[in-house]
């Protein structure tokens, strides 16, 4: 602890900070700067196809734009698994795939169950004087590490939870709930349309937003868990009128884009194909079809955005935001048709390149971008060094608090993307190098290839760039481990 000094500084510091209201403690003496607070966004299922991304894109993000405008917007960010609980259970745990042994949506718990030593990002914050609340999808629902009652308790000091979907009245439609091949679903699990009733986000937002008019004893890591546009695909009526259906814009499908990927990638590709199967057997504007629900998707995505636009709204008005970092991150992408897909599940591009923002007062440059390959696990170990807490030395990430300061930093460490045991994709710059747990393979080159239509692991030209992405797999430390079990 530092020696008490008295400055004239002292006392103008204290009553900036009492006049803003900021929440952060200082040691004795006064003469340690607050703790920042956090406040962490999630959304669900929201993929690059915005204009976050590029001005051209369909869907409107303003808000993600805004807040990349006061940080920095990583343009290549991945998820660790491109499924909701894997993918959080990795950011929230500091751990991949291969150290939790979580690689899907069935068995998160096992995460706790594996490992027992499990400190989640909220309780290590917890730990180092921090209080910890929030509410919505943080964790994954449903047989997780989330709904496990340790996940809540060994977690945060309060969180709502929430009901992932409030029906419209007076009827869901239900468009592939009846589709064949669609099993016997939840009412609202596959469906998109106008939302005439309230939204489980606001629910969301009205929670969050009574957590930033607390008073706070302690810095605070908040977490604000958005559930659009993760299936069902609502919006409120408004949004729809920005996404006309005469303007739509499909991903484009090109036929045969599968037969040169092995038969894994397919079979990923395919999961919950009955989406895909049935909506491509309408081709006009048919509420069922392929067009409606790529519609609703945008406007469901433009929605998610505009609630962040309420969160930073809120953040602003409570006069904590020059003291409080923002990380926004979405859990994986999502096809849209492309690939033969309407879901994640794959390891491509679109299924696992992810927004994702951090505004750190201090250390981010306003509307900084960079373009380094960086994956979702880097969430714990940066947010630790940005807070000033411990390092926890076992996290599988790294802190990109040197990418924060110069984008240009050298950056070592390869994106790594897992689905299921054995199969992992590795972005670098230029590469998509996938690899199966069969050895089969495929390499894309995004200089001329951004939509990954033509897979190059069979052209011998390609050799030497194969044989380096193949070694990064190989020296990624998680995936080394995990052979050495
Ligand atoms: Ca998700």
């Known amino acids: ?96 795939p291969m150290t939790t042994a979580c690689y899907d949506n069935g068995g998160g718990d096992n995460a706790w169950q594996s490992n027992p030593a499990v400190i989640t990002l909220p309780d290590y914050f917890r730990r180092h004087g921090y209080g910890a609340k929030g509410a919505g999808k943080i964790f994954h ?63 969301m937002l009205e929670k969050v937003s009574a957590f930033m008019d607390e008073k706070w004893e302690k810095p605070m890591f908040l977490a604000a868990g958005i559930f659009k546009p993760h299936l069902p695909f609502y919006a409120p009526p408004d949004v729809f009128k920005r996404y006309p259906m005469k303007d739509l814009v499909l991903p484009q499908m090109p036929e045969h884009d599968l037969d040169d990927v092995p038969p894994i990638a397919i079979r990923m590709a395919h999961r919950e194909h009955f989406i895909y199967s049935n909506v491509t057997k309408y081709r006009g504007d048919e509420p069922q079809s392929i067009r409606r629900m790529v519609q609703c998707y945008q406007a469901s995505a433009d929605y998610a955005d505009s609630v962040v636009g309420r969160l930073l709204d809120k953040l602003d008005a409570s006069g904590r935001a020059a003291n409080t970092i923002i990380v926004l991150w979405a859990d994986h992408g999502y096809h849209l048709g492309d690939k033969e897909s309407c879901v994640k599940f794959t390891l491509w591009e679109k299924a696992n390149r992810v927004p994702f923002i951090i505004v750190a007062p201090g250390v981010t440059q306003p509307g900084s971008r960079c373009a380094a390959p960086v994956s979702l696990l880097d969430i714990y170990p940066t947010l630790l060094e940005l807070a000033g807490l411990p390092k926890k030395p076992d996290n599988d990430g790294h802190s990109l608090v040197p990418l924060l300061k110069n984008p240009q930093a050298a950056w070592p460490h390869p994106a790594v993307m897992t689905m299921g045991l054995g199969n992992h994709a590795v972005r670098t710059p230029r590469w998509r190098y996938i690899r199966y747990s069969d050895a089969s393979d495929e390499l894309y080159d995004h200089e001329n290839d951004p939509w990954e239509w033509k897979n190059l692991a069979g052209d011998p030209q390609y050799r030497n760039v194969i044989q380096e992405h193949r070694a990064l797999l190989e020296s990624y430390e998680p995936c080394r481990r995990r052979l050495a079990k």
């Open 141 to 203: 629902h449903g047989g997780s590490m989330g709904t496990d009652p340790r996940g809540t308790e060994r977690s945060w000091d309060e969180f709502q939870r929430l009901v992932p979907t409030r029906a419209p009245k007076p009827n869901y439609n239900g468009y592939t709930r009846d589709m064949p091949g669609a099993g016997p679903l939840p009412s609202t699990a596959f469906d998109w349309g106008e939302h005439n009733q309230k939204m489980v986000d606001e629910d």
């Open 1 to 96: 602890m530092k020696t008490p000094t008295t400055t004239p500084w002292t006392g103008l510091v204290l009553s900036v900070i009492a006049a803003l209201g900021w929440a952060g403690t200082l040691a004795a003496g006064g003469s340690e700067p607050p703790k920042p607070n956090v406040l962490f966004i999630a959304i669900d299922d929201m993929n690059d196809w915005t204009t976050l991304f590029d001005k051209g894109n369909p869907i409107k993000t303003p808000n993600l734009e805004r807040l990349a405008a006061r940080g920095m917007f990583f343009s290549r960010a991945y998820c660790a698994a491109p499924a909701c609980n894997p993918s959080r259970v990795a950011i929230l745990t500091g751990y991949s």
